[in-house]
């Protein structure tokens, strides 16, 4: 039999359906003490209203607060060893010279914690996020009163899917596509070599740049490079800079006119028009492999033979169009929820989503992360948005539907994981002092038991589409 062979993404990845923000901090634990008045927010007459902003006040006896003030403080004596006393005999009054006023802050802290988790626990509050904790009052001595401003949660009542209806896709793969997927295995393989002439398109020119924008002598964030390399018509650069470098050559100095397009992300450069000064140092050029004996066995086709590699890509390409019908048929089914389960959505979390893809974007980059001096969170907002909503929907559905992730599923996840990892012990370590990846499997779980149970009840319509389509609409799909 033979194994189907890797042949890498079909596009460019994405951000998982699996929603990735940090889960707030409420910072707070239980307790019977102290009493909440809800209040609504007055927003400023200059600001838009936020509608899910809320506010609560945190009330806290004294009484409450010298108790348990005293209480830690005589804790305190009898475990403190102080030189001239004997164990457990120091005086209160000493360690409230010493620590009184540590003991008080963490006593305040504790119990606004445990009034902000009991306002939760006892009423409707639903927070999404807290956005301020500002005290109001508490002189020494007196009882305390916080003002607690946080975003609660949308209300979100699942429509159901009696008015849905899916396409499903199916791929025609032909021995066209099987030859053009091992002529890019070829490519894939091909080395690069130094060439002697002008740079053309397909082309790599290593360079030093410098950009100034027109009329501006200082230069701007991330204006210069040192040993750049540039595939010209990759799209990894400017169109301008990198067209610019077609018919370079090595030696050659050139200076290139570059327009920044009005959505660039760095500010200050936005929609400006800027001379590049470009420094060449060489041309490389790929030297494609012919598809021999010796190719078709470093593709781990023992024999050699191009039947068998025939037979082992027609079989990936097989299971990556079965993939590929899959996660689409699920995207088309989350727009559809999205649309039909319309609800607004907190800006706390939003924010929180857009930062946490962004750093994701820039710890990607690794060390061209310079390249990309400014990266605004507008940049991620559209996507943000639609993580936001399909995690919170998902959670509804699952909810209403009574779909709940078993424990064994969870079990067979995580020991997955850890074997992907190829070193069981060091998974193990991992998984115990990071619980959020736990976290993110269950996330994960639940939302592919929603989609699973939602797919068996929608009606789905069959379209036969080429695998060159399918594999467009995937990277479609991931841009």
Known sequence: MVDALDLGSSGVSRESSSLSFRTIHLLFQTSDHGKVIMNEPNPPADQEQNIFERQIKLHIPASRIKSEVDSRLRELARSTKIKGFRPGKVPVSLIDQRHGSQVRQEVMQDLLQSSWVDAVESGDLKPAA???????SGAPDEDVTYNVTFEAMPDIEFAGVNNLHLERLTVELNDEDVDEEIQRLSERAAKWAVVEGAAQEGDLVVLDFEAKVVGVDEGFSGNRGEGVQVIIGSGSYLPDFEQGLVGASAGEQRTVAVHFPAEYPAEEVRGQLADVAMSVHEV?????????????????????????????VRLSMEQQSRQM?????????????????????????????????????????GQNRDRLPELPLSVFESEARRLVAWALLCDEIARSLNIEVEQQQLNAAMQQWIQSLGEPEQGIEILQKNPQIQKEMEKDLLQQSVLNTLLEEIPQTDRTVTYTEICSMASAQND
Request: charge should be negative; proline fraction near 5%; aromatic fraction near 4%.
């Open 130 to 136: 807290v956005r301020a904790i500002d005290p109001d």
């Open 284 to 312: 490389q050029r790929k030297v494609i492999a012919p598809a021999d004996e010796n190719f078709i066995r470093s593709l781990g086709i023992e024999d050699g033979q191009m039947d068998s590699l025939r037979k082992a």
């Open 325 to 365: 019908v899959d996660g689409l048929l699920r995207e088309q089914l989350v727009g559809k929820l999205l649309e039909s389960n319309a609800f607004g959505l907190p800006p706390a979390l939003v924010d929180q989503q857009c930062a946490f893809m962004r750093e994701n974007a820039l710890r990607r980059m």
